[in-house]
């Protein structure tokens, strides 16, 4: 399952040193590797973020693992307008429910730029996971995430730029690995290696 954040900050740009939408280079990113990783892997989406009847209820499962999905994964993705806000552990919850993780192998790959704003606790989850699941697996990428001080003075040593995703301890927890990406092809690197078999790139 890939989940696939799509709350408001996706659609941030300017101040915080990103020349465009996170969402725009995410649409590139998934038309760039996901119509060879769907040729040997059943893929299913959730999204998060928009759509909801409040700030943190737009969960959606958009679909669960089928095979050749990359066309219905990249069309979701081009026709997301970011909103909402980043209830992301109930989102890699609903995946991994969704992959029956409890009694089968599972795998997320979460794709995020930020934080749980939403009240959900990912370490509490992460911890779930990996002592009630069959075998299940977090990955998480961290796209362009920022810290939450910014300061003008480009002298000043803060790690504004530099920050990791909260959400890491769900891939630390069970056994996943976690990837800062920064630019278009970190990320389109970052989906290759946590979604695709190795061998083939």
């Known amino acids: 399952?890939?989940?696939v954040d799509g709350s408001?900050?996706?659609a941030e740009m300017g101040f915080n040193d990103i020349d465009e939408p996170r969402i725009f280079e995410a649409r590139r990113a998934m038309a760039d590797a996901l119509p060879q990783i769907a040729q040997n892997r059943r893929l299913g989406l959730v999204v998060y973020g928009p759509n909801g009847a409040d700030e943190c209820s737009g969960v959606d499962m958009?679909?669960?693992?089928?095979?050749?999905?990359a066309s219905l994964i990249i069309s979701?993705?081009?026709?997301l307008e970011p909103g909402g806000s980043t209830a992301l552990t109930q989102a890699v919850k609903l995946a991994a429910q969704t992959l029956d993780y409890k009694t089968q192998p599972a795998t997320v790959v979460l794709v995020t730029d930020g934080k749980e704003t939403c009240g959900?606790?990912?370490?509490?989850l992460a911890a779930e996971l990996a002592t009630d699941g069959f075998n299940?697996?977090?990955?998480?990428?961290?796209?362009?995430v920022?810290?939450?001080?910014?300061?003008?003075?480009?002298q000043t040593d803060n790690d504004y730029?530099?920050?990791e995703s909260t959400s890491r301890c769900l891939a630390d927890r069970t056994g996943g690995t976690y990837t800062s990406a920064e630019t278009l092809d970190q990320l389109i690197a970052a989906l290759r290696e946590t979604l695709g078999c190795q061998f083939l790139f």
């Open 8 to 10: 408001g900050s996706m």
């Open 161 to 163: 730029n530099t920050s």
């Open 146 to 154: 920022r810290g939450t001080f910014f300061s003008w003075d480009r």
């Open 62 to 69: 958009r679909f669960a693992p089928e095979a050749n999905a």
């Open 136 to 144: 299940t697996t977090v990955h998480v990428i961290g796209f362009k």
């Open 76 to 79: 979701a993705i081009n026709a």
């Open 1 to 3: 399952m890939i989940v």
């Open 120 to 124: 959900g606790m990912p370490c509490m």
